[in-house]
């Protein structure tokens, strides 16, 4: 008698696709300088379809565009390995993840927020204008000894390009990372957030760590 009824039901995947659209999730992606942050992002786009996002690309980015009212500020943060204020990071955070829901009708809904937030300023701007936005799902920690990070960027800065791939600017990339970034990662880690990934390996090997936390 209730045969009809299970076709004009929502499919299950259907149900979640709409409190999904409603709600971004994300996993914030944290490490130190040189961890392969951007490198293992990558690989999860590839293989489990998430967008990524880098907060560095985007300031990055936002210094390169012409009349920008913050472009000197971001990069004179960046050089001397500072963290921006968190207004500018987040807005161009906000506003990227926006453009990819509207772009995709709500397709592309899960997103790897790579390197944010990096400390106190950065935790407490995005709890205020996020937490209510989106869904938390972890904190993907890779964790790298500083020696291999430096042999890593250094090596990179030959041809990157970056302002900040330099022994100086690397300085002050791990100072700040160990006195503000480390922190709020500790911080996650007390909520049992955190997922943390031995990062001094092969590219492959780190990887297959990492997808264990996807299947
Ligand atoms: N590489 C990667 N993985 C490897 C592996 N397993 N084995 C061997 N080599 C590996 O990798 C770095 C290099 O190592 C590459 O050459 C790669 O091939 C190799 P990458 O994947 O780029 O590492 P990643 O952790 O992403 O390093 P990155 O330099 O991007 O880290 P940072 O956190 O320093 O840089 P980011 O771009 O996030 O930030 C730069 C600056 O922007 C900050 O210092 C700050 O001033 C500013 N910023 C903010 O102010 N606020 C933010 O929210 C974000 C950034
Ligand atoms: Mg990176």
Redesign the pocket.
């Known amino acids: 008698m209730f045969n009809f009824i299970p076709s004009l039901l929502p499919s299950v995947q259907a149900v979640r696709r709409i409190f999904s659209m409603a709600k971004p999730q994300v996993i914030f992606v944290l ?10 992002c990558a690989k999860i786009v590839e293989k489990f379809g998430y967008v990524h996002l ?4 985007l ?1 990055r980015k936002e210094k390169n565009t012409p009349d920008s009212k913050v472009g000197q500020l971001i990069a004179n ?2 050089k001397e ?4 204020p968190v207004k500018i ?1 987040c807005g161009l955070l906000e506003k990227a993840m926006n453009e990819t829901m509207e772009e995709t009708n709500g397709e592309k809904y899960k997103f790897l927020i ?5 400390n106190k300023d ?1 935790l407490d701007g995005w709890n205020d204008a996020m937490n209510d936005k989106v869904d938390l799902k972890f904190v993907l920690f ?1 964790d790298c000894p500083e020696s291999v990070c430096t042999t ?2 250094l ?2 800065g030959q041809t990157s390009g970056r302002t ?1 791939d330099n022994a100086d600017s690397l300085k002050k ?1 791990f100072n ?1 990372y160990a006195t503000e970034t480390k922190p709020i990662i500790d911080h996650y880690g007390e909520s049992g957030k955190v997922r943390k990934i031995a ?1 001094d ?3 492959e090997t ?1 990887f297959q760590e990492t997808s264990k936390y996807f299947q």
Do not use: C, M
């Open positions: 490490g130190g300088p040189g961890a392969g942050k951007g490198t293992q880098s907060a560095g690309d300031l943060y960046i390995g500072k963290i921006v990071t790579d390197g944010f937030p990096r950065n890779f890593r960027i090596e990179r900040d990339r700040t990062a390996h092969d590219p780190v």
